[in-house]
């Protein structure tokens, strides 16, 4: 249904317990290495939701033209201890030579999809940008604590239009800012970033059981009770999950979604999502 929706119904939640109350979004498949400098980022984020009403998001200084991550482009710098700035503008994930470009420019960040903002403030971007969806959001506010509160969100759950936050509200939001943060940053959310976590194993990346010949650029993740051979293979995923074994190719590690949504079409398959 996208974040926004998931956002959306927390925020009327807070509400009905806090009228102040502010927020956090924080990916469950994100690697962060910088404790101190994290809490630090989250507190100075805070305090601009709070201060300023503002749609806080951290953005991390790119290493690489990476295709499979949005971009925040950096616009005036704003006060706080941790480079702060307006939000120029978000782009959603580039092609290779856009992404190139955004590297050599160095006014990107890519966008790791945290945000902090007001309950209040959320729902009244929502009031602008997203109507039918903040119309759904008062009937279950109004229902929450009540008895019938599941049966309602059951049934606006069923008539919303789901939409991610980031084209939902921040793309057109003017009350964006953006958090250049201090501490190490990795999404592991698909085999592709879990792959740098890897041990490398002659230009391959390895996992558990694998033994490899004359293979390349290959990430393998193997399990204890079985032994994964790969020979003369090259730019290859395959994921042994004891019941289902994925082989894929590195290209099209973006495109793991749209294979979960086909399998779920066969009842018989349904088993191994």
């Known amino acids: 249904m996208g974040t926004a929706t998931c956002i959306g119904l927390s925020a009327v939640k807070l509400l009905k317990k806090d009228k102040d109350a502010i927020m956090m979004v924080l990916p469950s498949d994100h690697y962060i290495e910088g404790e101190k400098a994290f809490q630090e980022t989250l507190k100075q984020a805070v305090e601009i939701a ?14 690489r033209p990476e295709t499979g991550y949005g971009y925040i482009e950096m616009g005036e710098r704003s006060q706080g201890n941790i480079a702060t700035y307006k939000v120029a503008r978000f782009t959603e994930k580039p092609n290779i030579e856009v ?3 955004f590297l050599l420019k160095g006014s990107y960040l890519w966008n790791s999809g945290m945000f902090i903002f007001r309950a209040d403030v959320i729902i009244r971007e929502f009031d602008k940008y997203l109507p039918k969806m903040y119309k759904s959001l008062m009937e279950i506010y109004k229902s929450l604590d009540n008895p019938e509160e599941n049966e309602v969100i059951e049934q606006q759950y069923n008539v919303i239009d789901g939409i991610s936050i980031d084209f939902g509200i921040m793309q057109k939001t003017r009350k964006a800012f953006v958090i250049k943060c201090d501490f190490i940053w990795d999404d592991i959310g ?10 490398q194993y002659g230009g391959n990346f390895v996992w558990d059981n694998v033994f490899l010949d004359q293979s390349e650029n290959c990430s393998v993740f193997g399990n204890k009770d079985n032994l994964v051979i790969g020979f003369g293979i090259k730019d290859l995923v395959i994921v042994n999950a004891k019941d289902v074994i994925l082989i894929m190719d590195k290209t099209k590690d973006q495109e793991i979604k749209h294979l979960i949504n086909e399998l779920s079409e066969y009842a018989e398959y349904k088993k191994y999502i």
């Open 50 to 63: 709070d201060r300023k009403r503002g749609l806080v998001t951290i953005g991390v200084a790119p290493t």
């Open 190 to 199: 698909s085999f592709s970033a879990l792959s740098r976590f890897l041990t």
């Open 99 to 101: 992404a190139k470009d």
